[in-house]
């Protein structure tokens, strides 16, 4: 039964390692191929080079993964008993561990997936549905390889990348849940790679993991409704224009290099010029690209003040005239989203107001994102999943947490 009540025909989950989908930390010793990890490309190199079939074989297997949800090949009734028992031998489709799940008040899902060997890992993905559409908040790292000092991934740190499969399995494990069928029972609209970790650090996996996304053999989404965001690498944001045309969002969060390194390190070797400019040449490489969204999350007393909206609406008139087009810079306000230890504070609803207005008077598109899930910790800002740190992020967050008397059991 999916979660609107109408009855499916997906076989279930099996909870048994011995029934089939085992998990990622179980197949990371196996010598078998994980399909989740190729894309159409890959795939039919696989088949070909591998199995010794025809592409056609590797369009069929991939229909059956990610619009069927099957992963036991017995179950995949249309191949031969020989191409059964050589995918057997050869491969294997394995799907995170959910660790747990859990749904907010406001239809928001989240939940937590096991990643890793040890299964000490685990990375949030999150479902937040709205009016005509429903959208993944997919995460593309073990935490993060940045350190944006107002994100509560941060503080946990960073242990690794995950693979193309670890990616594409948060959309798999959510596509089934929601009784996703491509085509004709569209349920997941659009995915953001916005969860935890900076998608740009692990380039390779999570293109070819949004080439899955968008394939017609895969979840079928318009390139529009696939959105990549970034705190600002520039270098990758260069090598993404020529690899793909997806949507692009920029994790801006202030107008002005002094205030952003503040916020972002990341500014302090990519300054806004240069992330503006990399931005332009993003719009110019592709003609089906009009805009760039960049995020703006408003502390109160850091960024959200009067002459930090004048400075913002100038960058986007700079950005639209460099571009050549109108509103190729359009304003996302994000209000900041509070946990345990942070020394941040969400703006006033009446700043946030005064703070679009200012932007839209000066001819600005902007927008303000609803706050949704923050009942379960699963709020933009909020993601923090389970992390084997490899810096010293996690352990000097919770010094300061014993210090401030501040209690947090995720930490």
């Not at 948060?170 to 029972?185: K, M």
């Not at 949704?372 to 010293?392: E, Y």
Request: glycine share 8%; charged share 25%.
């Amino acid at each position: 039964m999916s979660s609107h009540g109408e009855q499916h025909d997906f076989p279930p989950i099996p909870l048994k390692l011995a029934e089939g989908v085992r998990s990622v930390a179980a197949a990371a010793a196996s010598a078998k191929r994980n399909l989740l990890d190729l894309d159409r490309e890959g795939m039919e190199k696989f088949f070909v080079e591998t199995l010794g079939e025809q592409k056609f074989r590797a369009h069929q297997v991939m229909k059956w993964i990610h619009h069927r949800y099957v992963t036991d090949f017995g179950q995949m009734t249309d191949l031969g008993k020989g191409l059964r028992a050589k995918l057997q031998e050869h491969a294997e489709v394995v799907v995170p561990n959910v660790v747990f799940d859990k749904p907010s008040a406001d239809g928001t899902h989240k939940w937590l997936l096991g990643m890793g060997v040890d299964g000490k890992n685990a990375v949030e993905t999150v479902y937040i549905p709205d009016k005509g559409r429903g959208t993944l908040c997919v995460s593309s790292q073990v935490g993060c390889g940045l350190n944006c000092s107002f994100c509560s991934t941060a503080t946990q740190g960073f242990n690794r990348n995950l693979s193309t499969a670890e990616i594409i399995g948060q959309v798999w494990i959510t596509a089934r849940h929601l009784g996703n069928v491509p085509a004709q029972i569209r349920r997941l609209t659009n995915v953001v790679m916005m969860g935890m970790g900076e998608p740009l650090l692990n380039f390779d996996n999570v293109v070819r993991a949004m080439n899955i996304m968008r394939d017609d053999l895969g979840y079928g989404l318009a390139s529009k409704r696939v959105t990549l965001s970034t705190s600002g690498l520039v270098p990758m944001i260069d090598r993404l224009s020529t690899e793909t045309d997806v949507a692009l969002a920029i994790s801006l969060h202030a107008p002005n290099d002094e205030l952003r390194g503040q916020l972002i390190p990341l500014n302090k070797k990519y300054p806004v010029a240069e992330l503006m400019a990399s931005c332009v040449r993003y719009l110019r490489a592709n003609k089906k690209r009009d805009s760039v969204t960049f995020e703006y999350t408003l502390m109160k007393g850091v960024n959200d003040g009067p002459e930090h909206a004048r400075q913002l609406a100038q960058l986007m008139r700079k950005f639209d005239n460099a571009a050549q087009l109108k509103n190729a810079g359009k304003v996302n306000l994000i209000p900041f989203n509070p946990f345990p230890g942070t020394g941040y504070e969400r703006s006033p609803d009446e700043d946030i107001r005064a703070f679009q207005k200012l932007l839209l008077d000066s001819g600005v598109l902007t927008m303000v994102r609803r706050t949704r899930g923050d009942d379960i910790d699963a709020a933009c800002g909020q993601l923090k999943g389970q992390v084997m740190d490899r810096t010293r992020r996690q352990a000097e967050f919770k010094r300061r947490l014993q210090e401030q008397g501040v209690g947090d059991a995720a930490a």
